[in-house]
């Protein structure tokens, strides 16, 4: 196949995909994006399981760099499921005209720079060439989906699912005996409607998470329509929350220490009611101090004791560490539906499953005969899409070499030793600890005007130097240190693939993070060279 050429290739159609692309093209680039899937969406096409939907409200999860397109587009419930989100990426692509710059169904296998031309050259899957100068990675922080390596999966005669690679046209369990593999976020969406369907489901927990009622409901047009009245404004504001969404929620300041017992209940059981990720925000203290968080945890495992029947799966369903620490998961009916005749817990925490068999699985020494599992192992989460790919920068080195002890980055933008590659949302960056569609605008733009930058100065190529790159990872872990982030196994530090370093890749809070950036540009781009 012929080599093409373009100013811009742009791995990934999700949400940072498109707005970049949307961005490049305006600036009269060439611009080419590559999806491996058949359609526009990333997270959103691929993760159809039962219950899937966002765990920031509506509101805020969505583009504000349009405001026609914020005004007309219609959320119908608080949270959104998923064929709801689908549908609104799909919207912006047809809206915006992005298809046609895009080629589906074509995985990006291998990038290599050239130091004398200053460009790349993308080979994919199908055996295409593309000939680039700039090369941006949008392929989302949880897309590369993690299957344990059990021994003898293959032999298992059943049907295997995993939650981030859902069937197109969805599964039906009715009177299915169906296994599930994990209890994190994805799983406690799916569960209940599991079991609503299956004839019986049994859940195989490594370690139990926190879960807070979500509380969906269909929006209410009021509150909609007091938010659009000003939009901008509201978005202005929601960047200056840590997380960059919610401006409007309640959030308490004081600390939970210093709280008398019928205070600190009543607040918390106030923040229970609000539902989702505000429950966190009952006191201000409760991510900052391990004694505070710990009345936080105790409220929820007192509120599983009430939901759960059986008193020994209450207690095996009672997360020990942390609230907060690993990613908290918003539910609708997660733990009531323990109290169902077909469902049944299994602790894989001391013995865990040790391998399949033609009928099912093993575990602790016993068989469990299935007819289908379900995976819901998460991801090979910030990295694992990127060091799939075979990226080489300068003099050879390949990304997988420079990243051997955990991800390096300058601003979770660039990476030195690899000019002219950009990564959106990427360790180092507030990613998945803010809202990430506000998280992907904001460095679709900043990669924008960093390529402007670029062009204007008439350079060839742009460049994290190395002692900035050594800075902001620094910088990045010493934020981490001051909070209680760092105190579990979660997939924020790599924690749940086997031999991935443990480095905890987000920086924690977008304002920061936005200050940075702005002080960056202010100073003509500090800490990105230019090579002519
Ligand atoms: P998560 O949150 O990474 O959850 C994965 C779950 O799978 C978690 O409970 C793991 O237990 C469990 N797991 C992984 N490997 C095994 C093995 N080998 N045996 C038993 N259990 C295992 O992924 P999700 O897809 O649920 O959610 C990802 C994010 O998507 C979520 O945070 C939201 O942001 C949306 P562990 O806790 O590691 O002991």
């Given amino acids: 196949m012929a080599t093409q050429r373009f100013d811009a290739v742009v791995v990934g159609a999700g949400f940072a995909g498109l707005y970049m692309i949307h961005l490049l093209r305006g600036e009269g680039l060439s611009v080419k994006g590559l999806e491996r899937a058949g359609g526009v969406g990333g997270t959103w096409y691929w993760n159809r399981y039962p219950g899937c939907r966002c765990d920031v409200e509506s509101l805020d999860y969505s583009y504000q760099f349009s405001d026609p397109l914020q005004q007309e587009w219609v959320w119908t419930e608080r949270y959104s499921a998923q064929p709801e989100i689908l549908a609104y990426a799909e919207h912006v692509a047809t809206r915006f005209e992005l298809r046609p710059l895009i080629q589906f169904e074509t995985r990006v296998t291998s990038a290599h720079y050239d130091e004398h031309t200053h460009r790349w050259t993308v080979a994919t899957d199908k055996g295409d060439v593309f000939d680039t100068r700039f090369l941006i990675m949008a392929t989302g922080c949880l897309s590369a989906a993690n299957t344990p390596a059990f021994p003898g999966l293959r032999d298992f005669k059943g049907r295997t699912f995993h939650t981030g690679l859902w069937p197109q046209n969805g599964v039906d369990f009715t009177g299915r005996r169906v296994g ?3 209890t994190g976020s994805s799983a406690i969406q799916s569960i209940p409607l599991i079991a609503a369907q299956a004839a019986d489901l049994t859940v ?15 929006s209410d047009p009021a509150a909609v329509a007091r938010v659009k009245s000003n939009y901008p404004d509201y978005r202005r504001r929601a960047r200056q929350q840590a997380a960059a969404f919610g401006p409007d929620n309640p959030r308490g300041l004081d600390s939970v220490l210093a709280a008398t017992p019928a205070q600190r209940q009543r607040r918390f059981e106030e923040y ?3 539902g989702g990720f505000m429950f966190l925000g009952a006191f201000g203290d409760l991510m900052l101090n391990e004694a505070a968080n710990a009345y936080a945890a105790d409220f929820v495992r007192s509120k599983i004791r009430e939901m759960v029947k059986d008193p020994q799966t209450a207690e095996l369903l009672s997360p020990k560490g942390i609230i907060g620490c690993k990613r908290l998961c918003a539910d609708t009916h997660y733990y009531e539906t323990y109290n169902r005749a077909n469902v049944h817990l299994v602790d894989v925490s001391q013995h865990p499953v040790e391998r399949f ?9 016993v068989e469990y005969t299935f007819d289908d599992v379900v995976f819901a192992t998460g991801f090979d989460a910030m990295t694992g899409s990127l060091l799939r790919m075979d990226i080489r920068g300068k003099n050879g080195v390949s990304l997988n070499e420079k990243w051997a002890a955990g991800p390096l980055t300058y601003l979770g933008l660039m990476i030195a030793g690899f000019p002219n590659l950009f990564t959106m949302t990427g360790p180092g960056s507030p990613s998945v600890l803010a809202n990430m569609v506000t998280g992907v605008e904001q460095h679709a733009e900043y990669i924008h005007d960093v390529i402007t930058w670029l062009r204007k100065e008439n350079a060839n190529a742009v460049e994290a130097r190395i002692d900035a790159e050594r800075d902001w990872v620094q910088t990045v872990n010493v934020r981490s240190q001051l ?10 530090l790599g924690a749940n693939v086997p031999g991935k370093p443990r480095v905890f890749m987000p920086y924690i809070g977008f304002p920061d993070y936005t200050a940075k950036l702005d002080d960056v540009r202010a100073e003509h781009f500090a800490g990105f060279e230019l090579q002519r």
Avoid: D, E
């Fill in 180 to 182: 599930i593999i994990g």
């Fill in 204 to 218: 195989f927990q490594r370690t139990a998470n926190f879960s807070v009622p979500a509380r969906n409901r269909p």
């Fill in 272 to 274: 229970w009611q609000l």
């Fill in 357 to 365: 068999t033609t009928r099912g699985l093993v575990a602790g020494g």
């Fill in 483 to 492: 909070t209680l982030y760092p105190r579990c196994n979660s997939w924020y």
